[in-house]
């Protein structure tokens, strides 16, 4: 499953990691005597209001990405029901067994077909019905 990011999303995280790298580093940098309590209060709520912020956004994304991919899923599913439908396939595996069994009636050998081509068959029609299923034809 790839991950798609919206532009949204790269700024919202951009904007976020500023407004906590700047604040943070300029606590940092100035001395604890200048500092007023003011500053720590409007830092945590910063810091708090990062953290909420950062949640909703995720939560948000994950939301849309989540809608995306509910559509997607639900086109390829029609896709893959238009490629396999089973009522074609039975109707083309009939007409191989009634071929098989006019080249029976026709040598007048009942069973005189080697089992191996049988299992030839079989296996050619799985392939056949894999890359069909991968959407090769």
């Known amino acids: 499953m790839e991950k798609k990011r919206d532009w949204l999303d790269g700024i919202t995280l951009l904007i976020m990691f500023i407004t906590g790298v700047i604040?943070?580093?300029?606590?940092?940098?100035?001395?604890?005597?200048?500092?007023?309590?003011q500053t720590y209060v409007i830092?945590?709520?910063l810091a708090l209001f990062l953290l909420i912020g950062g949640f909703v956004a995720y939560i948000m994304s994950k939301w849309n990405n989540m809608g995306k991919n509910i559509e997607q899923n639900k086109t390829d599913l029609e896709d893959i029901k238009k490629d396999l439908n089973f009522k074609d396939l039975w109707n083309k595996m009939d007409i191989?067994?009634?071929?098989?069994?006019?080249?029976?009636?026709?040598?007048?050998?009942?069973?005189?077909?080697d089992p191996r081509i049988i299992f030839w068959i079989l296996l050619l029609f799985l392939l056949y019905l894999f890359l069909k299923s991968v959407g090769f034809f």
Do not use: D, W
Request: hydrophobic share 40%; glycine share 6%; net charge positive.
């Open 43 to 45: 830092f945590g709520i």
């Open 96 to 113: 191989r067994l009634k071929v098989l069994e006019n080249i029976c009636n026709t040598k007048n050998k009942i069973g005189a077909i």
């Open 23 to 37: 604040p943070t580093i300029i606590l940092i940098q100035t001395s604890s005597s200048e500092i007023k309590i």
